[in-house]
Structure formats: structure tokens, C-alpha cells
């Protein structure tokens, strides 16, 4: 047994299944503390690596997720304002020094912590999943490589934070835009694709435990046919797996032509991939979805 | 061959495919290979793809050097050698640039100065020109152009939702303040609403143009997912309206998708503008309205006929923009039947765009 199969096995008991590349670049993440940046299409467990990784370690998942326009207030820390202004307010008769007024209100008290500045100053170390990295405008983008790369943050009123224990950092992204090469360079690069046939069949079964392996195995093979046509959005991983997960609680044995028209809505969301695929079913009659 | 020269002959193959391999890179894949077990392929192979590659569209590149390289991959014994070196030069960046003087007989590697050279050159195919890709480079670059077209899709709706830099609302701000005792804690922007794009596009699909409209063609198909307006019209030596045609088609030959489904040849079958513009001016000509940018994707290269600029010139009066890209480099514009030059005028803006990466570039300036 080498590091990366421990890993694995690791892995596979926090409900992951990964192969061995995969497993290389989170034990290497781990042993050289570098941050992890995993690319791939939507729904291949980009986000459920790192919460397997943080049961792995056992240490606190701390995620922040981006979106369009998320600010240092949101991300790194933010003044309670109203917290503030009510203790001036109290203060108001005390007859207390300006500067202790000031001191008091600019005290960890007032701060209110946002996911990147408690994963630096938690206790014991964290791992930090920054979801969706590709959805923030590139300010923000500058402001997190220098978390990266110093593990410090700046408080002017207070000073520099420096983090107690390094996090290990997970970065997901759906490559909507370029990433500054500088972030590139600062991480491990993951890509994460669609698994294959046998792996999903494994990843079927670990997560429904009373799944027919032959059912697993038919489901597998159906949603791999549906990622080659060309749809709006290819079912993910778990949409493949509450498929399976329908159609055992419907009691069926085998997945037949009937049984995906009834269910086919569990799998694919959108309205025009549903027509189309029934339009398939329809006319070949089989699963095989020949384009 | 020492190991460390071998791996840097594989880092400056790397590089020649145009893989950016930084130092610290380099340096972060020395460090890596220290932790593993060399013996196991896929660690060997996860270790210095992880390290070294950050972008999933040089994995062909990489795997392309990578089994030329390591096809006869290290041996253990390879291994103690190399971690040998290491602990009598703790310093891993200097170490790699470093001649080492031990020998454990890799075999000649075929890098830099060999003869084999990666199928295709040294070009990464998302530079290469149109017309000068093979089918198969072309299928590849195809398959980039969703992730193209995500990227545009994306800067739209950026440009739509950026908001905190506009003008004060001051009632609303006055309005909220009166909660917190007349502070203004929160500040109010007035929102910008902004038009959604609606979008035309002319396609050329003629002989002339074969692989830059396969290109645009899957451009027009992933554009259409994203978009909620947009028209999209082919033509050869007649113009036929293909929107919506393009989501049934096979992503592989849309090309041929559109010219067995759509009736886009005519009475001659050779391009020709005149005769397509003064057709989409008959018959869709309604369809333009002060809201549409209108993107035309073509040559220009007429065989010798009439040109039609006059509805090119009343399309640029009624339309919100117009822009022209043109597959092939400036220096040919305007020799042989070329006649972009009396497009011009009415286009706000004229794009060269002989590959995928100009293409790229010219699209995020509209």
C-alpha cells in the first residue's frame, strides 16, 4: 500500500470514488500544501471532492461560494456598522476618550468574519472550498492570489492577520472565463471529467447500497449514451444517481424502453432534451440513442 | 543520459509545443516527483500533468511529448539516482539547471534537436489559419467552440448586471435611512436595464469558405443556447433562414447538415452576395429592427458579380451595428473577386479573422 492508494481508500470511505491520478494529485496536494484547482464540465463532483477531502482529513469544510459581484466585504471581512453605531450610541454618557471608543468598536468584537478570513484564523487548520472561481471579476481575482500565495490578510484598523495553520484550498471552476495565469501557476491542476462506464457503475452502487448491479450497470451505460448526444445540459452524476435511486424505489428490475420515457424527466431537465430524446426513443425503440 | 537534462529536455519540448512551462513550475514538478512512486505510470503522468499543465485544452499536446518521452518509462532504480541527486543539491530549481554528471542510460531522447516532431508542428491548432487545417484539426477546434461561445455568453450578461457604479438613488437611500435614525447605512444605486442582445447573423457556407464556416456554424449553434434572440441565416447563392436548424444537427457536419436541410443553393450554386442580399432584403428585411447587431460571417469573394451594397447600406441604417468578419488575412483582402472593400463602408467594424484565436479576440470586441 503506497500514499496514493491509502488515499484512495480514504476516499472511498468518505463516499468518493477517484482513480489514481485523481488520488496522485490530492495526495500531492496535501504533501506539498499547494491549493487544488479542479475544471470540468457541470456535475462531475468538482464540489463533492473537496467535502470527501474534508471528511478525509477531518478537518472543517469552510466554502465560499462565488457569484457575480461578491466583494471582500462578503468574502474577506465586513464592520458590524450597526453593531457600532448602537455601542456609541450606549457610550454616549460615559464620558469614555475618543480613543477608547475607536478601540473598542475597531475590536475582533465588531468584525464580522467572512469564509476566507475564518479559514485563516481558525484554530486548527480548515479546508477551504472557493466554488465557482470563474464567476468573480478579476479584482477579486488579484485580492485571492495574494491570500494564496501569503496566507495573510490586511486589516487596516487592526493589521495583518497571518494564518495559524495553512488551509488546504479547493478552487472549482467551470472555465466560463480565462483564469489569470498567475492563479493558474499558484495551483495543482485538476481536470475532472465524466467517468467511464465501470466507474460510474462503482459510484452507482457505493451510493445506493441495495442497487442490482445489473440495473447500475444499464444505467450507467443509458446516461453515457446521453452525455455523447449533443444536450443542453448532460445529465451529471447526480442526476444519474437519483435515476437509479427512482427507479428502484418504482421496483424496477431492469430499465427497459417504457420505464425511461416515464422517468426520463429525473435526468434530463430541460424541455427540448426531453423532446428530443423521446423523439429517439420513439423511433429507434431502443436505448442505444444513435444521434 | 542523466535524469535531470532528460527532464529538462522534456520541459523545453513542452515548450515548443507551446505549453507555457513557467520556473516555479518546474521547480513545483521536481518537488512533486520526489513524493511519488515512479514506478506506477499513472502517478508519473498525474504528477507532471498536474504541475506543469493548467489548462485541459494542451492535455492532446502534453500526452503527444509525454509518450515520447517516458513511453519506456523510469525504472526504480532510475528513481534512487534521481533522489541522489536531489539530496546532494537540496535546491530543486538551481538542481534542474544543473548538469548532472550521472549517467543511467535513458535511451536518447527524441526532444529537442530529434527528429520526431509532434503531428501538425509546433502550432497550436486554435492559431493555425482555417485554411490550412486538416479535418481532424478541425473537429478539435470545433469542439472548443461551445467553450467559446460560454465565454462571450458570459461577458453579455456581465456587462448586463454590473451595477454598483451608477448614479445614486437618493430617495430609496432617504427612504431606508429613516430605520436607522437618518444614517444612511445602505446606498442605493439606480439600476441600469439594459437592452437584450438581439442578434443576426449571416453565414457564408460556400466551397471557399468550408472550414471557417464549419467553424461559425458551431459558433451559430452554441451561440443559439445562449441567446434568447437571435436569428441566424445561410446562404450560398440563396438565403435561407437556419435558425433552430443547427440543435438537431450532428455537431460533427453541421456544414452538411445545413446544406442538405436548408435551401441554400440557387441557380448557379457559386457565391453570390448581390444575389443573398437583395433575397434577405425581399424577404426578411422585417426582421432587422433598431435593437439588432448584425453579424455577417464570410470572405466576401463574389465571382465576379453584383455586389447588393446598396442593402447592405439600408440594413446598416435600420440596424444597431453591423460587423463583418472575414476568414482571411488582410494582405489577401480585396485581390482576385474579393470585394470587402465595397462592404465596408457599412460595416461599423471589418474583422480579419484567419484563426480560432482571432476569431476569439474580434468577437470580444463587439
Not at chain 2, 329 to 346: A, E, F, K, L, R
Amino acid at each position: 500500500m503506497d500514499n496514493m492508494q491509502i488515499m484512495k481508500g480514504k476516499m472511498l470511505r468518505a463516499g468518493y470514488i477517484c482513480d489514481d491520478k485523481v488520488a496522485t494529485v490530492l495526495y500531492l496536494a496535501g504533501a506539498m500544501k499547494k491549493p487544488v484547482l479542479v475544471e470540468g464540465p457541470a456535475g462531475v463532483g468538482k464540489t463533492a471532492i473537496a467535502q470527501a477531502f474534508s471528511q478525509v482529513t477531518q478537518l472543517p469544510l469552510i466554502r465560499l461560494q462565488c457569484y457575480e459581484g461578491l466583494d471582500e466585504a462578503k468574502a474577506l471581512y465586513e464592520w458590524n456598522y450597526k453593531r457600532q453605531l448602537l455601542h456609541i450610541q450606549a457610550v454616549a454618557n460615559k464620558n469614555l476618550s475618543v480613543q477608547q471608543i475607536e478601540e473598542d468598536i475597531f475590536s475582533d468584537n465588531f468584525l464580522l468574519t467572512r469564509p476566507l478570513l475564518k479559514s485563516i484564523t481558525s484554530d486548527s487548520p480548515t479546508v477551504l472550498l472557493i466554488d465557482e472561481i470563474d464567476k468573480v471579476d478579476f479584482e477579486f481575482e488579484a485580492m485571492l492570489l495574494e491570500l494564496l500565495s501569503e496566507f495573510q490578510i490586511t486589516i487596516p484598523e487592526i493589521g495583518t492577520v497571518r494564518a495559524q495553520h495553512q488551509p488546504f484550498v479547493f478552487l472549482t471552476s467551470n472555465a466560463t472565463r480565462e483564469l489569470s495565469e498567475a492563479l493558474k501557476r499558484r495551483c495543482l491542476y485538476l481536470y475532472l471529467d465524466f467517468p467511464s462506464k465501470e466507474m460510474e457503475k462503482q459510484i452507482l452502487m457505493l451510493k445506493i447500497p441495495n442497487l442490482p448491479p445489473s440495473l447500475a450497470e444499464k444505467v450507467a451505460q443509458v446516461v453515457r449514451q446521453l452525455r455523447g448526444l449533443e444536450l443542453k445540459k448532460p445529465p451529471s452524476i447526480a442526476e444519474s444517481i437519483d435515476w437509479a435511486a427512482s427507479l428502484l424505489w418504482l421496483g424496477k428490475e431492469d430499465l427497459d424502453v417504457e420505464t425511461t420515457l416515464q422517468t426520463l424527466t429525473t435526468v434530463v431537465k430541460y424541455r427540448e432534451d426531453q423532446e428530443k430524446l423521446e423523439r429517439i426513443i420513439y423511433r429507434d425503440r431502443d436505448l442505444n440513442f444513435r444521434a | 543520459m542523466p535524469v535531470l537534462q532528460y527532464l529538462q529536455a522534456f520541459f523545453a519540448d513542452l515548450r515548443e509545443q507551446e505549453i507555457p512551462v513557467s520556473t516555479s513550475q518546474v521547480r513545483d514538478c521536481c518537488q512533486a516527483l520526489l513524493l511519488i512512486d515512479w514506478a506506477n505510470r499513472d502517478y508519473f503522468y498525474s504528477t507532471l500533468f498536474t504541475t506543469l499543465v493548467k489548462d485541459y485544452s494542451y492535455q492532446k499536446a502534453f500526452d503527444e511529448v509525454f509518450e515520447r518521452f517516458f513511453n519506456e518509462y523510469l525504472s526504480p532504480e532510475n528513481r534512487q539516482y534521481f533522489q541522489s541527486v536531489n539530496s546532494e543539491q537540496p535546491s530543486h530549481s538551481r538542481e534542474v539547471t544543473a548538469v548532472s554528471d550521472y549517467d543511467i542510460g535513458m535511451g536518447t531522447p527524441m526532444g529537442k534537436g530529434g527528429t520526431a516532431q509532434a503531428p501538425g508542428g509546433k502550432k497550436n491548432p486554435l492559431q493555425q489559419d482555417f485554411g490550412r487545417i486538416s479535418a481532424e484539426e478541425l473537429t478539435s477546434i470545433e469542439a472548443t467552440v461551445p467553450l467559446l461561445a460560454r465565454r462571450l455568453a458570459a461577458k453579455f450578461v456581465k456587462k448586463r448586471k454590473r451595477n454598483d457604479q451608477n448614479r445614486l438613488d437618493f430617495r430609496r437611500t432617504i427612504r431606508s435611512s429613516l430605520s436607522t435614525g437618518g444614517i444612511p447605512l445602505n446606498l442605493y444605486t439606480v439600476r441600469k436595464y439594459r437592452e437584450k442582445p438581439v442578434i443576426l447573423i449571416l453565414c457564408d457556407v460556400s466551397g471557399s469558405v468550408m472550414n471557417f464556416s464549419c467553424i461559425s456554424l458551431a459558433l451559430i449553434a452554441s451561440l443559439e443556447r445562449f441567446f434568447q434572440y437571435i436569428e441566424s441565416y445561410a446562404f450560398i447563392d440563396e438565403v435561407s433562414d437556419i435558425t433552430g436548424l443547427l440543435l438537431s444537427g450532428n455537431p460533427l457536419n453541421f456544414r452538411g447538415h445545413v446544406l442538405r436541410n436548408a435551401r441554400v443553393v440557387g441557380v448557379t450554386g457559386y457565391t453570390n452576395y448581390g444575389r443573398t442580399l437583395e433575397q434577405f432584403h425581399q424577404r426578411f428585411r422585417h426582421r432587422i429592427t433598431r435593437k439588432t447587431s448584425v453579424l455577417i460571417f464570410g470572405d466576401a469573394r463574389n465571382n465576379w458579380q453584383e455586389n447588393g451594397k446598396w442593402v447592405l447600406a439600408e440594413i446598416k441604417s435600420q440596424a444597431k451595428k453591423v460587423y463583418w468578419f472575414n476568414p482571411e488575412p488582410v494582405s489577401q483582402w480585396n485581390t482576385g473577386d474579393s470585394i470587402i472593400n465595397d462592404y465596408m463602408p457599412y460595416c461599423d467594424k471589418v474583422f480579419a479573422c484567419p484563426n480560432l484565436v482571432e476569431l476569439e479576440k474580434s468577437l470580444a470586441k463587439i
